[in-house]
């Protein structure tokens, strides 16, 4: 069946008006991992020269709605987790999304903080922290790993508690700590070998960065750094003038 012939509308360029029809494709008739149609069948459905499709395409890859793979065509894209930018867990941003969350723990143990982190925490020098490094998951899929500090005299037996749950949940109930605010910088580097295995991505893959030190009033308590896969997280704000 032929598909929708684009035609010149006053001053919508045939390369919008097809990425829309497209985006209408990737979001609501096809699922992530389906072929989109080919360059040439996208030429012939809607009438539009190769020029005109491959601008759309390039398109839709720039905004992640798509993924090109040498050789075998254009795909829709894994859906990105969009969180908002506001003060939660990693377990209440994931229940918010309607979405799993997972943990595993890949180490929990004492050792002296690096410089950042004993800065951050405020400790004095030769004081012990511990340092738990945890893979986070929703519905199943890996999403960001997480390496935090916490000081060993401010939280003892750490160690004893469930690190798959609610970290900040457990720093309020058994700890009386309750997480109020955060300071937090976002930026994006390449993935370490380590970090990309964990993440099922390539090694210098882009990820999301993460530095956080979260403080139950005027105390800090936390000082954690993540990386996430930016091909599945998205953060979302909203801007004013105030």
Not at 9 to 15: A, F, L, R, S
Not at 187 to 215: K, N, Q
Request: contains cysteine.
């Amino acid at each position: 069946m032929a598909g929708q012939q684009i035609v010149t509308k006053g001053m919508v360029p045939k390369h919008a008006q097809l990425r829309a029809i497209l985006v209408d494709m990737c979001t609501n008739q096809l699922s992530p991992g389906d072929a989109l149609p080919s360059e040439r069948q996208l030429c012939i459905d809607h009438g539009v020269s190769r020029v005109t499709v491959r601008e759309a395409l390039s398109q839709l890859v720039s905004e992640g709605l798509a993924v090109r793979v040498h050789g075998r065509g254009t795909f829709v894209a894994e859906r990105a987790y969009r969180s908002e930018l506001r003060l939660a867990s990693f377990h209440e941003d994931m229940r918010r999304l309607g979405l799993e969350p997972g943990t595993v723990v890949l180490s929990i143990g004492q050792d002296a903080p690096p410089p950042a982190s004993a800065t951050a925490l405020q400790m004095a020098e030769g004081q012990q922290a511990w340092h738990v490094r945890r893979l986070r998951l929703a519905d199943a899929t890996p999403i960001s790993v997480e390496d935090a500090w916490y000081s060993a005299d401010t939280l003892p037996e750490l160690d004893s508690v469930d690190f798959t749950a609610s970290i900040y949940d457990t720093l309020a109930t058994r700890f009386g700590h309750p997480i109020s605010r955060a300071e937090q910088t976002v930026g994006a580097g390449p993935a370490s070998s380590e970090t990309a295995a964990l993440l099922g991505v390539r090694t210098g893959t882009a990820v999301m960065t993460f530095d956080r030190i979260a403080y139950s009033g005027e105390q800090p308590i936390e000082h954690a750094f993540s990386w996430f896969r930016a091909d599945r997280y998205q953060l979302h704000m909203t801007l004013t003038d105030r």
